[in-house]
């Protein structure tokens, strides 16, 4: 008799336990989205008023095109229900590109807004 959580003999491995996990990941990913989205909304508003040109349209569309990307991807990957993957040298969780496109995308929107700050006040 093997000890609970190891698996069988001639398995791959235990098999991962029904939980609330996948739907806890989804509603992770759709508050990003949300997030990301209201933040887009409200540069979409602020910017162009405060430096008087339409081109400061550009941030907040962009982040909203990420915001529904972001809904699309998480949507995606909830229906697919990707099992664990093994761990060890080159096995990738299945959202890490979503994850580092979002980051690289957020990081790059606040480098170009502080620096439009800096260039106003220096």
Do not use: C, K
Not at 35 to 59: E, T
Not at 101 to 110: P, Q
């Amino acid at each position: 008799m093997n000890a609970p959580g190891t698996p069988a003999p001639g398995t791959a491995g235990p098999t991962p336990p029904p939980g609330l996990q996948p739907e806890r990941t989804e509603l992770a990913w759709r508050r990003t989205a949300l997030s990301v989205a209201a933040v887009s909304l409200v540069g979409a508003r602020l910017l162009p008023a405060l430096f008087g040109s339409a081109v400061w349209l550009l941030p907040g569309l962009a982040g909203l095109a990420l915001a529904g990307y972001l809904w699309l991807a998480s949507r995606r990957r909830h229906a697919r229900r990707v099992p664990v993957p093994a761990r060890g040298p080159g096995h990738d969780s299945p959202g890490a590109g979503l994850l580092a496109v979002a980051g690289a995308v957020v990081v790059t929107i606040g480098l170009g807004g502080l620096a439009v700050v800096l260039a106003i006040h220096l």
